[in-house]
Nanobody
Framework: QVQLVESGGGLVQAGGSLRLSCTAS????????MHWYRQAPGKEREIVAS??????RYADSVKGRFTISRDNAKNSVYLQMNRLKPEDTATYYC??????????????WGQGTQVTVSS
């Protein structure tokens, strides 16, 4: 029901910044909790940041450096990443989770965008 398109990934030097964007198509965007996950090669997927209405929550590893926000009028969620570190290198995925409000099948993922941070 929801399709997610991500953009903004790329190659950046340590200490630099990137802004990831995720735009959703479909209905009831405001009913979804939005999340950013990341997965590095050989590692498990981990949650990075979450936002329900307007308040963001973050993994300890990115707290103070990353900021998640959403614009329901644009059906979009963003992840501003500052002071990037090599360990932030991963594929970043946008997730729209409507299971709590819409049902068990309402969980959608973007295809991912690659973030590479060089030393």
């Amino acid at each position: 029901q929801v399709q997610l398109v991500e953009s903004g990934g790329g190659l950046v030097q340590a200490g630099g910044s990137l802004r990831l964007s995720c735009t959703a198509s479909g209905r009831s965007f405001s009913s979804y909790d939005m999340h950013w996950y990341r997965q590095a090669p050989g590692k498990e997927r981990e949650i990075v940041a979450s936002i329900m209405r307007s308040e963001g929550r973050y993994a300890d590893s990115v707290k103070g450096r990353f900021t998640i926000s959403r614009d329901n009028a644009k059906n979009s969620v963003y992840l501003q990443m500052n002071r990037l570190k090599p360990e932030d290198t991963a594929t970043y995925y946008c997730n729209a989770d409507g299971r709590a409000r819409l049902g068990s099948s309402y969980d959608f993922w973007g295809q991912g965008t690659q973030v590479t941070v060089s030393s």
